[in-house]
């Protein structure tokens, strides 16, 4: 696994890159932002590990650079000091998959890698058919079958109801929905994406008597929620 490090610390750098390469990893590591979108750019990578504070680009301007470039699977964690709930909010809602604060322990950090990586490589199997309930989604022919009988949805439609029906449970922010059906997080997509939402509930008629309904989490995004 490929693994790239954006750290100005030396110390941190070395103690990771030692870690990583125990365990079979091939870390890449850059001191300042700049120089890390370079190698995004020229290196493919399975995870990437983003400080904060560094020379050059932010970790915060890198994680918006990549998640409007590269792939929406590719997992990232921000691995930093700053542990204020605006920070950590904001680098969630910006697309950041998990946010870690050092000193990060060595069994933490490798776990938390690990489950990032599981979970893009689910996402890697997006083709492939699934059944929630009644719910029978085909991505690769764009189909879905509730009890059997088709239901026709626009493809953005479609798209946002697969998202929803692979994380039932999860809240699923606006901002990766937007990247995810628009290729671009940008909150002016909020009314859009809100009337998507509304056509998918009365389409696949998502309501409390059905087992199934999208919750909103208000101004942060929505939850596919399966009642008992």
């Known amino acids: 696994m490929n693994v790239a490090i954006l750290e100005d610390s030396p110390a941190h750098v070395e103690w990771i890159t030692k870690l990583l390469l125990s365990r079979g990893h091939q870390p890449f590591s850059r001191a ?52 204020d709930e605006e920070s950590i909010v904001l680098a969630l809602n910006q697309g950041a998959d998990d946010y870690l604060q050092k000193p990060v322990r060595e069994g933490e950090l490798l776990a938390r890698v690990g489950a990032q990586l599981r979970k893009s490589q689910r996402g890697d199997a997006s083709t492939q058919s699934f059944q929630v309930g009644r719910f029978l989604f085909n991505p690769e022919a764009q189909t879905l079958n509730v009890d059997g009988r088709a239901v026709s949805l626009s493809t953005r439609e479609f798209n946002l109801a697969v998202l929803l029906f692979r994380n039932t449970g999860r809240i699923m922010t606006k901002d990766v929905l937007s990247q995810h059906i628009w290729g671009a997080s940008d909150r002016k997509y909020d009314a859009s994406l809100a009337t998507y939402v509304s056509n998918l509930r009365s389409a696949l008629g998502l309501r409390a008597h059905s087992g199934y309904v999208i919750a909103t989490v208000y101004n942060y995004g929505y939850r596919l929620e399966r009642l008992s």
């Open 32 to 83: 300042d932002g700049n120089s890390f979108i370079a190698l995004l750019q020229q290196q493919k990578v399975d995870v990437v590990l983003l400080d904060w504070e560094v020379p050059g680009a932010s970790g915060l301007a890198v994680l918006k650079w990549a998640r409007s470039n590269l792939a929406p699977s590719l997992p990232i964690l921000m691995v930093t000091q700053r542990d």
